[in-house]
């Protein structure tokens, strides 16, 4: 009787536990160079959080508007400064390095561990995520978006889980720098309106991928890494 009694619990506090914890990871973007000497500090933060588990997904996007200094980041792309600009302009603010986005919500400097875990800890209760999925598909990817409120674009990321830079100039010249899920392409799949869907791609730049589902107001309403199953995934993108 005690063995069914605990079973029962067991299953009591797992059904009351709150969606989004189950359903994706929250999606850390970190908007870097490696010309600015304030953003190790955040990129050695984005490393620790790739290490720490499946419940959140960080990926670094290194921008342009640094490389008219001494040194050209090699992994610098003109739409990871076209994302950072459109969240400047939803956040009324500007555009900075390094600056973490939690979620498509909310902006903060991305070296300060407490803030950002905080963030994160707050978009984990956000409420239920669409589910989606990415997966191999012969040569190309088949992204499964299902069925949910709103409406947004399916976005496919491209990225390396590391790298290991030597910077010979510019503000971090002789440092040599560890970076996690550097972003090598975005792009823009389709719309979504509310239906469940499937997208095909050929795969993008970089030696994995995710998929994130964005709403038009910025919010990230899906997300997932390729070959990622998500519980009752595939029940919901029936």
């Given at each position: 009787m005690k063995i069914v009694a605990l079973i029962s619990a067991a299953l009591m506090l797992y059904a009351v536990r709150p969606a989004a914890a189950l359903e994706r990871p929250v999606v850390v973007e970190l908007f870097t160079s490696q010309s600015c000497s304030s953003c190790p500090p955040a990129e050695a933060l984005i490393g620790r959080l790739a290490r720490e588990g499946a419940d959140v997904l960080p990926l670094a996007f290194h921008v342009t508007y640094w490389n008219h200094l001494d040194w050209r980041d090699p992994y610098s792309l003109p739409a990871a400064t076209a994302r950072q600009n459109d969240y400047a302009a939803r956040f009324g603010g500007s555009s900075y390095t390094p600056q973490a986005v939690i979620d498509g919500q909310a902006g903060l400097v991305g070296s300060d561990e407490a803030a950002l875990r905080a963030a994160i800890a707050q978009a984990r209760n956000a409420g239920p995520a669409v589910r989606v999925s990415l997966v191999r598909d012969g040569t190309r990817l088949a992204a499964r978006v299902g069925p949910g409120r709103g409406a947004g674009r399916v976005l496919l990321v491209g990225f390396d889980p590391s790298?290991?830079?030597?910077?010979?100039?510019?503000?971090?010249?002789?440092?040599?720098?560890?970076?996690?899920?550097?972003?090598?392409?975005?792009?823009?799949?389709?719309?979504w309106s509310g239906s469940a869907a499937t997208f095909e791609a050929a795969a993008p730049a970089g030696e994995t991928a995710a998929l994130l589902l964005q709403a038009n107001d910025g919010r990230i309403l899906g997300a997932a890494r390729l070959g990622e199953r998500l519980a009752g995934a595939e029940e919901g993108l029936r």
């Open positions: 790298h290991t830079s030597r910077v010979l100039r510019g503000e971090n010249a002789g440092r040599t720098l560890e970076q996690a899920n550097v972003v090598r392409a975005i792009q823009d799949l389709g719309p």
